[in-house]
Structure formats: structure tokens, C-alpha cells
């Protein structure tokens, strides 16, 4: 079955203690992007990548880190997560294409920075 | 730089009533444009998308949406609302379709009444 899995669904932490949120397509796809949904904002773009090794910032990348080391990875990365970063997070991946290409969405990761 | 507009945050709906929600883009060429469906404690899934040709697309579970370009507007629409399709709604509008472009409305929740 095509399918982003994120992982974990649900964390709570605190604030400054370093955490990585993991994000696997078993679709062999070229793009894979984070988000971050907030009530009333909808969902903006943290990072994106469109290969191994290439990755660039979306609307909202401080405090993010990501890497892309292997194409079916795209881990998330929050070196001192702080309060504001309390949010549902979604990692989406897709592959380019001459027609529209849709983007697969994770289930999300909600996290709570205390 | 691309945008998207959702006027409407929530909106009630009988159920066996028609239901239509507005989304206007802004985006200097040719949009994909897309609409997401995000039910409780759930991912995005893809109803439909829209990039060339016929401007009234179907999507799944019975919903259709209708580009006007002179109107800047992609409307999705369903003739009779069903309990189950109680969730957020989100447009979204991108260059490429893919996971690096999206760029979303901030939604609208959609409430059934019996």
C-alpha cells in the first residue's frame, strides 16, 4: 500500500531537549515536504526537498532542521523546540511529472513542547 | 507569490442539502489547484485537482469543483451533504502539484446538522 508514515503520532516534550520526527514514502517519490498546521492558519510549508541531498526552506523553516540522506526518508528536526512550535506537523511526499502530480499526506505528528 | 483564499471558516450544512465552498487563488500563470479533505484526527486526502481541460472536475465521494479563471475561483461543491463528510475542507493552489509547492487556505470546517 502507497504510504507516508510518520512517526511519532503524538509526542510531548520540553522545551530545549532535542527531537527528530521521522518521516518514510515507500513510493519511490523525488519531492517530500513538511508542514505545519495551526488553528485558524491553515498549513505552511517548513521545508521541502526535491532529491537526496537537496533541500530548501518553505514559509516558516526557523527553528527546523531537516536532512534527506536517502530518498524514502525525510526526518524533521527541532534542536531546542520551544512552545511556539506546538503544532500538527505533516510530512508529504509526491512525484514531479508532466501532469499534476498529487501530494501524499502522512497522518501527523502532534506535538506539545511544555 | 502564490495565494489562497478560503473567506468562509466554518459553514453548516443540513445534511441532504447542497453545499458550497469557495476558495479564490492568486498565482501569476496556470494553477494546479487542489482540494483536500482533512476528517478528526486524520491526514489529508486528495478529493480532486484541476490543471487544464475541462474546468468542471469530479472528485471522490461525490464532490465536484468548477475553475473560473475570470473569477480567480475553484468551488467545490456536492448536491447533497452526507453526516460523514463533516471535516475541514482546504484549498490549495501550486506550481508544480507537487509536495514542494503547496501553498493552502487556512480551510474551512464544514458542520453537519441532522
Known amino acids: 500500500e502507497a504510504q507516508v508514515t510518520q512517526n511519532p503520532r503524538y509526542l510531548i516534550t520540553v522545551t530545549g531537549k532535542k527531537l527528530t520526527v521521522t518521516c518514510s514514502q515507500n513510493?519511490?517519490?523525488?519531492?517530500m515536504s513538511w508542514y505545519r498546521q495551526d488553528p485558524g492558519l491553515g498549513l505552511r510549508q517548513i521545508y521541502y526537498s526535491m532529491n537526496v541531498e537537496v533541500t530548501d526552506k518553505g514559509d516558516v523553516p526557523e527553528g527546523y532542521k531537516v536532512s534527506r540522506k536517502e530518498k524514502r526518508n525525510f526526518p524533521l528536526i527541532l534542536e531546542s523546540p520551544s512552545p511556539n512550535q506546538t503544532s500538527l506537523y505533516f510530512c508529504?511526499?509526491?512525484?514531479?511529472?508532466?501532469?499534476?502530480?498529487?501530494?501524499?499526506f502522512g497522518q501527523g505528528t502532534r506535538l506539545t513542547v511544555v | 507569490a502564490q495565494s489562497v483564499t478560503q473567506p468562509d471558516i466554518h459553514i453548516t450544512v443540513s445534511e441532504g442539502a447542497s453545499l458550497e465552498l469557495r476558495c479564490n487563488y492568486s498565482y501569476g500563470a496556470t494553477p494546479y489547484l487542489f482540494w483536500y479533505v482533512q476528517s478528526p484526527g486524520q491526514g489529508l486526502q486528495l478529493l480532486l485537482k484541476?490543471?487544464?481541460?475541462?474546468?468542471l472536475v469530479q472528485g471522490i465521494k461525490g464532490f465536484e469543483a468548477e475553475f473560473k479563471r475570470s473569477q480567480s475561483s475553484f468551488n467545490l461543491r456536492k448536491p447533497s451533504v452526507h453526516w460523514s463528510d463533516a471535516a475541514e475542507y482546504f484549498c490549495?493552489?501550486?506550481?508544480?502539484?507537487?509536495?514542494?509547492?503547496?501553498?493552502f487556505g487556512k480551510g474551512t470546517h464544514l458542520i453537519i446538522q441532522p
Open positions: 513510493m519511490n517519490h523525488e519531492y
Open positions: 508529504a511526499s509526491s512525484q514531479p511529472g508532466d501532469r499534476v502530480t498529487e501530494a501524499f
Open positions: 484541476y490543471f487544464s481541460g475541462d474546468t
Open positions: 490549495a493552489v501550486g506550481a508544480g502539484g507537487g509536495a514542494d509547492g503547496l501553498t
